[in-house]
C-alpha cells in the first residue's frame, strides 16, 4: 500500500514563505495526477494545485502567483512552494495522488496533512 508523508508546515508570519514536500513510500506507476488540497477549520476541503504526468499545472485563483507545486520524480517527492502567505492560507494541507489502475479505475492516495499557520 503506498503511503504518502507530508512535511515542511508550520507557523509563518504574514507575507512569508514555507515549502511543503509529500514523499512516497514506493513509485506510484500510472499517475493521472498529483494534487495539494487544504482544508480550513468548518470548511470543506478544496483542491489548491495540482500537476499532470506530463507537468501541466493549475492553481485555485487565490493562490495563483504565490504558490508552485513540482514534482521530483526521482526522489517519488511532489512540493509546494508557497511565499507571501496570508493568514486565510490557515490550513491543514493534504498531498493526494490519483492513480489509474486496471480497467481504467482511479485510486486516490491522501497523505496525513500538515499544519500552516499564518499569522497576521
Known amino acids: 500500500q503506498v503511503q504518502l508523508v507530508e512535511s515542511g508546515g508550520g507557523l509563518v508570519q504574514a507575507g512569508g514563505s514555507l515549502r511543503l514536500s509529500c514523499a512516497a513510500s514506493q513509485t506510484i506507476s500510472n499517475i493521472h495526477a498529483m494534487t495539494w488540497n487544504r482544508q480550513a477549520p468548518g470548511r470543506q476541503r478544496e483542491l489548491v494545485a495540482g500537476i499532470s504526468p506530463g507537468g501541466r499545472t493549475n492553481y485555485v485563483d487565490s493562490v495563483q502567483g504565490r504558490f508552485t507545486i513540482s514534482r521530483d520524480n526521482a526522489k517519488n517527492t511532489m512540493y509546494l512552494q508557497m511565499n507571501n502567505l496570508q493568514p486565510e492560507d490557515t490550513a491543514v494541507y493534504y498531498c493526494?495522488?490519483?492513480?489509474?489502475?486496471?480497467?481504467?479505475?482511479?485510486?486516490?492516495?491522501w497523505g496525513q496533512g500538515t499544519q500552516v499557520t499564518v499569522s497576521s
Open positions: 493526494r495522488v490519483i492513480q489509474r489502475q486496471t480497467g481504467g479505475v482511479l485510486v486516490d492516495f
